[in-house]
C-alpha cells in the first residue's frame, strides 16, 4: 500500500476551506465599513466589537483544542467538531451579513461572537485533522498545500462577487454584502458535509494523559513550537501591514487608480493560488524549513524591489505582484505540515497526543497578526501621513511600513529558519520510536504503517495472478 492521499481526497478535505475564508476576508475589509456607514453604528464602538471579539476570541482556542484532543467518537476527533462548528457558522453569517438599518450595538456584540466561535470551530477542527491524515512528512506538506489553495480560491471569489453584484446585476453595496453572505451560507454546509462524509479520519491513539490550559502553556516553551510560531506570527504580520497599505501605496506612490490598484491585487492573489503546489514540491526536495527560509527571501527581496519600480507601469507592477504573490502561500501550509512533525516529537516525548491543542496555538497566531497588523495605521499616523496630503514625511513612511518593515520580517523568518532541527531523518527515527512502543505497549498499530492513513479511494486494486 501506498501512504500517498489521492487529489481527490484532498480535494475534498480542503473544501470548506473555500467559504471559511471567504467569510474571513470579509470580516476585515467590508463588514466593518458597512456597520458604519450603512447601518450607522459609530465607528468607535464597531472598531471595539471587532477589536475585543477578536482578541477574546483567542482566549477560546486551547479550551477547544484540548476539548478536541480529549474527544473519541467513531466519526474520530475532529470531524465531528468541524461538522457542529458549520451551522453556527452558517447562522452567525446569516445574522451579521443581512442586518438592515436599526440594528444596535448589543446585535453586532452578539453575532460577532457567535460567529467566532463558529470560526475557531471550524478551522481549528480542520487544521488538527489535516495533521492526521497522514503520517508522512512529505505528505503533511501535501495535505496542507491543498488547504491553503482552497483558502486562497475563496479570497478570489469572494473579491469577485463585489464587481459582478454592481457590475453585471446592477445592484449597490448592500447587495454584493449581502451576496458574499450567501455565498458562505450556502457553501459552508455543502463543503462540509462533503469533506465529513467521504474522507476518513484516522483512529487517534488511546489517551494517556490530560490535555488542558497547563498542557498548552508547557507546549509554548518548545523551542520548535517558539520557532513556528514565531515564522508563522512575522510571516501573516508582514502580508497583513502590506495589505492594510496596498491601496494607498499604489496609489500615491505608483500612480496607479482604483480600478487597477483592484486588478493588481486579484493578480496577487491569483499568484498565491499558483504558489499553493509549489512549496510543498520544494519541500521534497529541500525539507519544509528550508522551503520556508527560500520563501521568505524571497518575499523580502520582491518587497524592496516594489520601491524601484517605475511608477504607472502597468506590466511591470503585475510582474511584481506575481513575485509578491508566490511566497503568501508557503508560511500557512508549511508551518502547519511542521506542525504535524511536532505532534509526533511531543506524543514520543510525553505520551500524550496534543494535536488539537497545537493546532489552537498556531489559530491564535493567524488572529494575532490580523490584530497587529490592523496597528499599522496608527503607527504611520504617529509618523506623519496624511491620507490626503501628500509630504515627503507621509510618503517616507508609506514606503518604509508598505516595503522596508515588511522586507525586515521576512530576513527574520529566514534566520530562524537556519537551524530549524526537525527535519525528515530526525522524523523517520522519530516515528520508528513511536512505532517500536507502540507494538510493544499494544497500544495501536504502529505510527509510521500507513494502513489507517489510507483513504476509501486510494486502496489499491488486487493485483491479477502471474
Same mark, same amino acid.
Given at each position: 500500500m501506498t501512504n500517498r492521499l489521492s487529489s481527490g481526497s484532498m480535494a475534498r478535505f480542503a473544501a470548506p476551506a473555500v467559504p471559511i475564508a471567504a467569510m474571513g476576508l470579509p470580516l476585515v475589509v467590508y463588514l466593518p465599513e458597512y456597520y458604519i456607514n450603512s447601518l450607522g453604528l459609530p465607528m468607535a464602538t464597531v472598531g471595539a466589537a471587532f477589536l475585543i471579539v477578536k482578541l477574546l476570541d483567542m482566549l477560546l482556542d486551547p479550551v477547544l483544542g484540548g476539548m478536541m484532543d480529549r474527544t473519541r467518537t467513531k466519526w474520530g476527533r475532529f470531524r465531528p467538531w468541524l461538522a457542529a462548528g458549520t451551522p453556527v457558522i452558517a447562522i452567525g453569517t446569516f445574522a451579521l451579513f443581512m442586518a438592515q438599518p436599526g440594528v444596535g450595538p448589543i446585535y453586532l456584540w452578539f453575532w460577532l461572537s457567535v460567529l467566532y466561535v463558529g470560526y475557531s470551530m471550524v478551522v481549528l477542527s480542520?487544521?488538527?485533522?489535516?495533521?492526521?491524515?497522514?503520517?508522512?512528512y512529505q505528505q503533511r506538506s501535501r495535505v496542507y498545500g491543498w488547504w491553503q489553495g482552497a483558502n486562497v480560491v475563496g479570497m478570489i471569489l469572494v473579491l469577485c462577487l463585489p464587481p459582478i453584484v454592481t457590475g453585471v446585476f446592477k445592484g449597490d453595496h448592500l447587495d454584493s454584502i449581502s451576496a458574499m453572505g450567501w455565498f458562505i451560507v450556502l457553501l459552508a454546509p455543502l463543503t462540509v458535509l462533503l469533506?465529513? @462524509?467521504?474522507?476518513?479520519? !484516522?483512529? !487517534?491513539? !488511546?489517551?494517556?494523559?490530560?490535555?488542558?490550559?497547563?498542557?498548552?502553556?508547557k507546549l509554548l516553551g518548545r523551542p520548535s513550537v517558539q520557532r513556528l510560531l514565531m515564522a508563522d506570527l512575522?510571516?501573516?504580520?508582514?502580508?497583513?501591514? @502590506?495589505? @492594510?497599505l496596498f491601496l494607498f501605496f499604489f496609489e500615491r506612490m505608483k500612480g496607479f487608480d482604483k480600478t487597477q490598484a483592484g486588478v493588481l491585487l486579484l493578480i496577487y492573489f491569483i499568484a498565491a493560488l499558483?504558489?499553493?503546489?509549489?512549496?510543498?514540491?520544494?519541500?521534497?526536495?529541500?525539507?519544509k524549513h528550508r522551503s520556508l527560509l527560500v520563501a521568505s527571501l524571497l518575499y523580502a527581496a520582491v518587497q524592496l524591489a516594489v520601491v524601484?519600480?517605475?511608477?504607472?507601469?502597468?506590466?511591470?507592477?503585475?510582474?511584481?505582484?506575481?513575485?509578491?504573490?508566490? !511566497?503568501?502561500s508557503a508560511a500557512p501550509l508549511l508551518v502547519r505540515a511542521m506542525m504535524a512533525d511536532i505532534g509526533d516529537e511531543e506524543r514520543l516525548e510525553s505520551g500524550v497526543d496534543k494535536t488539537g491543542l497545537l493546532y489552537a496555538i498556531?489559530?491564535? @497566531?493567524?488572529?494575532?497578526?490580523?490584530?497587529l497588523a490592523v496597528g499599522v495605521f496608527i503607527i504611520l499616523g504617529a509618523l506623519g501621513f496624511d491620507p490626503k496630503v501628500s509630504t515627503p514625511t507621509g510618503d517616507a513612511a508609506l514606503i518604509g511600513l508598505y516595503a522596508f518593515a515588511p522586507a525586515f520580517l521576512g530576513l527574520v523568518v529566514a534566520a530562524i529558519m537556519l537551524r530549524y532541527p526537525l527535519?525528515?531523518?530526525?522524523?523517520?527515527?522519530?516515528?520508528?520510536?513511536?512505532a517500536a512502543r507502540d507494538a510493544a505497549q499494544g497500544d495501536a498499530k504502529p505510527a509510521a504503517e500507513p494502513e489507517p492513513h489510507v483513504l476509501p479511494d486510494q486502496v489499491p486494486a488486487p493485483r491479477p495472478a502471474e
Open positions: 480542520q487544521t488538527a485533522w489535516g495533521a492526521v491524515l497522514s503520517s508522512d469533506a465529513v @462524509t467521504t474522507v476518513k479520519e !484516522p483512529a !487517534p491513539p !488511546p489517551r494517556h494523559g490530560d490535555t488542558g490550559l497547563k498542557q498548552y502553556l512575522l510571516m501573516g504580520l508582514a502580508p497583513g501591514i @502590506t495589505g @492594510t499558483a504558489g499553493a503546489p509549489l512549496w510543498p514540491a520544494l519541500a521534497k526536495r529541500i525539507g524601484v519600480t517605475p511608477a504607472g507601469d502597468v506590466v511591470i507592477g503585475m510582474v511584481v505582484l506575481v513575485l509578491a504573490g508566490l !511566497p503568501y498556531v489559530t491564535g @497566531t493567524i488572529k494575532l497578526g490580523y490584530a527535519d525528515a531523518d530526525r522524523l523517520a527515527e522519530i516515528q520508528r520510536q513511536l
